[in-house]
């Protein structure tokens, strides 16, 4: 076992015996680190003890290793890095400025599965064999994605997409170049008058950005009701609630999809209410609510291949005849199932 190995096994005894949280007591986890490789250090001088080698270096990995994400940490600390995804314990990925490439990095099928499980701690979701899926937040704001066999051929599929606010507002997308100074006024009169907005694009576009930018430009005294799939949107406002939906638990019960919380979300008196993401029937609850003379604005955004807005209506088009759509499929399904109970009959 190398130096490093021996210092976190020490660490982690040591939290455990004081009962600590490494995702809430950061600072003490770290003065603890801090101690433990100083005094491994003072022993391995007078002892026979392998070296630890830099000392700073050796403090980051334990810390990583016990407070963090461990050999992933790095890369979720490198402001650079966009999104990360493992293919197999031996094809871990990052990108950046839309370029991915491969690590050097090389973990064993174990390590993998303990980094998820550190991961889904803090979100309060899991994953299993009845829930091979599953979508989670990580502390710093980042979207967690796994998916395990035997959806996938082999190995456990993760991929990480953190969120880098670049832009919080829409002067910041006129520094970037991202908006004319004209788009951002017209942008701009466009929440404080309450239009209702629909920010399309495709993947990795900016739509969440745009939308954190326009929600900034809402008048301060306005009460905000965002719904998610996962907690992205961070609006800089007094009045704000947000909400995201749930998984169902081990007995297969208590999913909260998007639609519901839809309709929830009207019923708390928003000023405005801001979906996250349209991607399937809750399109029918928000143009319900738009038609039934309710004064709440809305902004949400689609997932287009193109951003260009006449795409994004034929779109909305097809995604409100997705309940009719099941409840026919369900009808069929239903009605099948009926037949085949019928008593075989001899003619």
Same mark, same amino acid.
């Given at each position: 076992?190398? +130096?490093?190995?021996?210092?976190?096994?020490?660490?982690?005894?040591?939290?455990?015996?004081?009962?600590?949280?490494?995702?809430?007591?950061?600072?003490?986890?770290?003065?603890?680190?801090?101690?433990?490789?100083?005094?491994?250090? #003072?022993? +391995?001088?007078?002892?026979?003890?392998?070296?630890?080698?830099?000392?700073?270096? +050796?403090?980051?990995?334990?810390?990583?290793?016990?407070?963090?994400?461990?050999?992933?940490?790095?890369?979720?600390?490198?402001?650079?890095?966009?999104?990360?995804?493992?293919?197999?314990?031996?094809?871990?990925?990052?990108?950046?400025?839309?370029?991915?490439?491969?690590?050097?990095?090389?973990?064993?099928?174990?390590?993998?599965?303990?980094?998820?499980?550190?991961?889904?701690?803090?979100?309060?979701?899991?994953?299993?064999?009845?829930?091979?899926?599953?979508?989670?937040?990580?502390?710093?704001?980042?979207?967690?994605?796994?998916?395990?066999?035997?959806?996938?051929?082999?190995?456990?599929?993760?991929?990480?997409?953190?969120?880098?606010?670049?832009?919080?507002?829409?002067?910041?997308?006129?520094?970037?170049?991202?908006?004319?100074?004209?788009?951002?006024?017209?942008?701009?009169?466009?929440?404080?008058?309450?239009?209702?907005?629909?920010?399309?694009?495709?993947?990795?576009?900016?739509?969440?950005?745009?939308?954190?930018?326009?929600? +900034?430009?809402?008048?301060?005294?306005?009460?905000?009701?965002?719904?998610?799939?996962?907690? #992205?949107?961070?609006?800089?406002?007094?009045?704000?609630?947000?909400?995201?939906?749930?998984?169902?638990?081990?007995?297969?019960?208590?999913?909260?999809?998007?639609?519901?919380?839809?309709?929830?979300?009207?019923?708390?008196?928003?000023?405005?209410?801001?979906?996250?993401?349209?991607?399937?029937?809750?399109?029918?609850?928000?143009?319900?609510?738009?038609?039934?003379?309710?004064?709440?604005?809305?902004?949400?955004?689609?997932?287009?291949?193109?951003?260009?807005?006449?795409?994004?209506?034929?779109?909305?088009?097809?995604?409100?005849?997705?309940?009719?759509?099941?409840?026919?499929?369900?009808?069929?399904?239903?009605?099948?199932?009926?037949?085949?109970?019928?008593?075989?009959?001899?003619?």
């Amino acid at each position: 076992m190398d +130096a490093v190995r021996i210092v976190e096994e020490e660490v982690r005894e040591l939290i455990r015996r004081r009962g600590l949280d490494p995702a809430e007591q950061a600072p003490e986890i770290l003065r603890l680190v801090e101690d433990a490789v100083n005094d491994y250090d #003072e022993r +391995a001088v007078l002892g026979s003890l392998p070296p630890l080698g830099h000392l700073e270096n +050796a403090r980051r990995q334990v810390y990583d290793a016990v407070a963090g994400f461990g050999v992933l940490q790095p890369f979720l600390d490198d402001p650079t890095v966009e999104e990360l995804w493992i293919n197999a314990p031996s094809e871990i990925y990052v990108a950046r400025g839309g370029e991915s490439e491969l690590t050097s990095l090389t973990l064993t099928a174990q390590q993998v599965r303990d980094l998820v499980e550190r991961m889904l701690k803090s979100s309060g979701r899991r994953l299993d064999l009845s829930s091979p899926f599953v979508d989670a937040s990580l502390p710093d704001g980042s979207r967690l994605h796994v998916v395990i066999p035997d959806v996938t051929r082999r190995h456990w599929a993760v991929n990480i997409r953190r969120f880098i606010a670049r832009a919080t507002r829409l002067e910041h997308l006129i520094g970037l170049g991202t908006l004319t100074p004209q788009a951002a006024r017209f942008l701009g009169a466009a929440v404080g008058t309450g239009l209702n907005i629909l920010v399309s694009g495709a993947t990795q576009a900016g739509k969440t950005t745009l939308l954190n930018c326009l929600g +900034a430009a809402i008048p301060p005294r306005e009460r905000v009701i965002t719904v998610e799939e996962i907690f #992205e949107l961070k609006l800089p406002l007094r009045d704000v609630v947000g909400l995201q939906c749930r998984q169902p638990n081990l007995e297969g019960t208590g999913e909260i999809p998007l639609r519901h919380l839809v309709k929830e979300a009207l019923r708390m008196r928003p000023d405005r209410l801001i979906v996250g993401e349209v991607r399937e029937a809750e399109s029918l609850d928000m143009l319900i609510a738009l038609n039934s003379g309710l004064p709440e604005p809305i902004s949400c955004t689609v997932r287009l291949r193109s951003g260009s807005p006449t795409g994004s209506f034929p779109l909305l088009e097809l995604l409100l005849l997705l309940p009719t759509m099941r409840g026919r499929s369900d009808r069929r399904c239903r009605g099948a199932v009926r037949s085949r109970d019928r008593p075989f009959r001899r003619s």
